[in-house]
């Protein structure tokens, strides 16, 4: 009778402890879920719940630092009560999807694989961060518990691109200044234009179109770009036909005055030479001696000297 009762005793006592160990019969489906939804759906649960229950969460494998929680699924989500103390444990089993990291940098790759809560693992040595993936252990996609290793080949990047050719650009197109001189402003003004050129008058007291062009810059016949800026001085309007004919008189005035001079200085020196290098053989009467032409034989240079009557020869001597 006694052993009865220590049977008894013994599957009520079991049966005590599977029952306080129970699963919730409304506790949701975790499998597929992402690690963020699954502990907003067990704490939507709680609060539904008549008696008030704590959760305890248990990560199978524990989530690496730097991994995204956006990245990471729950696999299998497992939970039992406990009643007498009012806890629901929960063990999340995790996995997270391989990404596909050929073309990436050992850099990127690295950065990748961290943030999925996957591990990197070079299977040859990368010459630099910037070198290539181009083979994977793990196919792109495969579901894989958190934590896994990841073997990475690499390759060395592509050479940088030859620098581009330096491109030979058109030679500027050039117009010629035209001549503006002595020609009213406002025609001036227009003859500039005509050759794409821009234009501008410093007038000296008068009206804009006032006056003549006295002078230019850049000077007739420059070649220059399209649009470069003409700039003249103008004449006062009521003085432009005196002072431009006044000009040229002045001018040509000058020019009959330095031709004189030239010769008449050319005159003197010859006299002077005359007298003072050349034996004259046959007496001269009239007029002053001129050199007509010379002719150099050796040391000995003969001078014909041009006179008002004839000419005569010199010998001896070398004219200025």
């Not at 029952?19 to 939804?37: I, N, T, V």
């Not at 070079?122 to 994977?136: C, F, I, K, N, Y």
């Not at 080949?153 to 197109?173: D, L, Q």
């Amino acid at each position: 009778m006694a052993v009865l009762l220590v049977c008894l005793s013994f599957a009520m006592s079991g049966i005590a402890s599977r029952s306080a160990m129970a699963r919730p019969e409304d506790l949701p489906a975790l499998s597929g879920m992402k690690l963020d939804e699954a502990t907003e759906a067990l704490n939507t649960w709680r609060q539904n719940q008549e008696r008030e229950w704590q959760v305890d969460i248990t990560h199978e494998p524990e989530v690496p630092d730097g991994a995204n929680r956006d990245l990471i699924l729950v696999h299998e989500g497992e939970g039992s009560g406990d009643a007498p103390t009012g806890t629901l444990y929960v063990t999340l089993v995790l996995e997270t999807k391989v990404p596909d990291l050929k073309g990436q940098t050992w850099e990127e790759a690295r950065r990748t694989l961290r943030e999925h809560g996957l591990t990197p693992k070079a299977e040859s040595t990368p010459g630099g961060d910037d070198w290539l993936v181009t083979t994977q252990s793990l196919r792109p996609g495969a579901l894989v518990r958190l934590n896994e290793e990841v073997g990475l080949g690499f390759k060395p990047p592509p050479p940088p691109p030859p620098p581009p050719r330096p491109t030979r650009s058109p030679p500027p197109r050039l117009v010629r200044v035209p001549t503006v001189l002595g020609m009213p402003i406002a025609e001036a003004r227009q003859t500039a234009r005509k050759a794409k050129l821009q234009f501008e008058s410093r007038p000296s007291g008068q009206r804009r179109d006032a006056g003549r062009v006295l002078w230019q810059t850049p000077l007739p016949g420059a070649l220059v770009r399209p649009g470069t800026r003409v700039a003249v001085v103008a004449s006062p309007a009521i003085l432009t036909p005196w002072l431009v004919t006044g000009s040229l008189v002045v001018v040509l005035w000058l020019l009959l005055t330095v031709t004189r001079a030239v010769r008449a200085n050319r005159a003197r020196r010859e006299r002077e030479w005359i007298h003072q290098h050349v034996q004259i053989k046959s007496q001269v009467t009239l007029g002053e001696p001129r050199i007509e032409s010379r002719e150099e034989q050796g040391h000995s240079v003969t001078v014909v000297l041009q006179k008002d009557r004839g000419s005569q020869v010199f010998e001896k001597g070398t004219p200025p």
